[in-house]
């Protein structure tokens, strides 16, 4: 039973366009959630996270929302730029399990110029 | 300063050998993670060490996967009598709980395991 899903496998969008990557999650005690962006043959790398208390957060081009009541969250990316061309993950996790996230498999996105 | 690091970068092995992985987590990182990512799927949690201790060892997938960690330092995961199924990317990640985004955690390149 996969708690954490990503179910678009892939997405193209063109430069300067938004992308919007979603993730869904079924376990109602998630509450953290964290996107990382990962480029081939490197180890992914934390994005932006949210914590449940929330429903936005913004950094920057990156804007990740929130809704607890269907238990999905998506990343926005505005504007989007060619390198911003890499597979995303959306992780949860548990305060009270600070250790483990359970992650996604992942969306590949790719910015065409 | 420095990174997550892990070695070697890649690993081919022959089906029924044993194998050792390493993990050198960031300095002062109390927590770390190891992770499985096979070709096209997304990460799959392994076990996770607080310290020296790992609280949480239920990703291991057979007796055959075993980890250690020295203090709060230097991981090692061993896989013994590989498999061929067992070839995936192998990731350390580690983490300062308390502090921050605590669950934010900072990944490894990675260990490509091939088994023939």
Known sequence: DQQVKQNSPSLSVQEGRISILNCDYTNSMFDYFLWYKKYPAEGPTFLISISSIKDKNEDGRFTVFLNKSAKHLSLHIVPSQPGDSAVYFCAASKATNAGKSTFGDGTTLTVKP | ?116
């Open chain 2, 1 to 116: 300063g420095a990174g997550v690091s892990q070695s070697p970068s890649n690993k081919v092995t022959e089906k029924g050998k044993d194998v050792e992985l390493r993990c050198d987590p960031i300095s002062g990182h109390t927590a770390l993670y190891w992770y499985r990512q096979r070709l096209g799927q997304g990460l799959e949690f392994l076990i996770y060490f607080q310290g020296n201790s790992a609280p949480d060892k239920s990703g291991l997938p057979s007796d055959r996967f075993s980890a250690e960690r020295t203090g709060e330092s230097v991981s090692t995961l061993t896989i013994q009598r590989t498999q061929q199924e067992d070839s995936a990317v192998y990731l350390c990640a580690s983490s300062r709980p308390g502090q921050g985004n605590y669950n934010e955690q900072f990944f490894g390149p990675g260990t490509r395991l091939t088994v023939l």
